[in-house]
């Protein structure tokens, strides 16, 4: 019964319309490979690279999440999104950390097209105009596609090699998804409120959100040389 309920929501409507871009998504070669231990280090690395630079946009893009969440809202609602903000703080710490280790210069990096496509959205997506219902559900998405994605690094069968671990448990831990079905919950009620236009809007965002991560883990398996 509840799961019929939990089913009826638009967010999991969209994840099925949207099978399989979302499975393109969350099962990427890229992925896999980490799963399988059979990840390039090259490629490990390249990714890295463009994904710091990916999270220091993201953080302005969570800000403005914060700034539009309803001042009635629950105070819990604010406290969510203030807990994704912060985590990006020791995430960056940890980002500059494992450079370090892998002997990666992060301020060296060129950014590559499909991470500047995303970046730029993200931008769009921080302007007053989109609204809240749009910009907390894009929130959930681009968090929950590295969470679905590193989970399967943790499975018991999976041979994610060692030095890995630490990244994968960043997003595929228990308590990220946690995090990740909180922002579900915000997301669906805010759509819940939220005039069709907006919904339609948000049912947009949605589908260029998967597109643009499936393009990122292409991107990162791609190291030229
Ligand atoms: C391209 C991309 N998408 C989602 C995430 C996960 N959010 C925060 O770290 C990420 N790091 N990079």
Same mark, same amino acid.
């Given at each position: =019964?509840? +799961? ?14 949207? $099978?399989?871009? *979302?499975?393109?998504?969350?099962? $990427? ?23 710091? $630079? ?28 203030? +807990? ?49 219902? /749009? ?10 596609? *590295?969470? /679905?994605?590193? =989970? ?5 069968? /999976? ?24 922002? !579900?919950?915000?997301?669906?009620? /805010? ?12 049912? !947009? ?9 499936? !393009?990122?883990?292409? =991107?990162? +398996?791609?190291?030229? +040389?």
């Amino acid at each position: =019964m509840s +799961g019929q309920l939990e089913n009826r929501t638009l967010t999991a409507e969209w994840l099925r319309q949207n $099978h399989e871009l *979302y499975t393109a998504a969350t099962n $990427h070669s890229f992925i896999k490979s980490i799963r399988d231990g059979t990840i390039d280090v090259n490629n490990f690395k390249h990714w890295m690279e463009q994904d710091y $630079h990916f999270v220091r946009e993201l953080v302005r893009f969570v800000a403005s999440v914060l700034q539009k969440v309803p001042r009635n809202a629950p105070e819990h609602d604010l406290d969510v999104i203030l +807990g994704g903000l912060t985590a990006l703080e020791s995430e960056i710490t940890w980002f500059r950390k494992e450079a370090n280790f892998w002997q990666i210069f992060l301020e060296r990096v060129t950014l590559l097209q499909p991470n500047k496509d995303y970046c730029e959205f993200l931008k769009e997506l921080e302007r007053e105009d989109t609204p809240y219902a /749009a910009a907390v559900t894009a929130f959930w998405l681009i968090e929950l596609v *590295y969470c /679905a994605s590193f =989970m399967s690094c943790l499975e018991e069968d /999976a041979k994610t090699p060692y030095e890995l671990v630490s990244t994968v448990k960043r997003w595929g831990s228990p308590e990220f998804h946690q995090y990740t079905l909180s922002l !579900k919950k915000l997301a669906d009620k /805010a759509l819940e409120n939220a005039s069709d236009a907006e919904q339609k809007q948000a049912q !947009k965002i949605f589908v260029r959100i998967l597109e643009l991560e499936l !393009k990122f883990w292409d =991107m990162a +398996g791609f190291v030229l +040389g």
